[in-house]
């Protein structure tokens, strides 16, 4: 499994670096963010929980996960480049 991360710091495919930002990106938005959420407005605020937009969520961390993942991937194929 360490191989594994240590081949995506230098991946410059940007789909292989998409889908673990992806994976952890939503499960960052639709369950810890939530948790989160409930915690401050129900226990600290005394308010009632809204709930959470999974639709949101996703959308949210597919947007980011192509931007981040795109942008790595640039980098990593630049760095390539001059090291050759």
Do not use: C
């Not at 789909?15 to 409930?38: D, Q, S």
């Not at 937009?53 to 996960?65: E, K, M, P, T, V």
């Amino acid at each position: 499994m360490r191989d594994y991360y240590e081949k995506l710091q230098t991946e410059t495919n940007w789909f292989k670096l998409f889908v673990p930002y992806f994976l952890w990106w939503t499960l960052y938005l639709v369950v810890i963010f939530p948790i989160i959420k409930y915690i401050i407005e129900v226990l600290i605020r005394h308010k009632e929980y809204s709930g959470n937009n999974i639709g949101y969520a996703i959308a949210a961390s597919l947007f980011s996960s192509v931007i981040v993942s795109g942008v790595k991937s640039y980098g990593n194929r630049k760095k390539k480049k001059e090291e050759q």
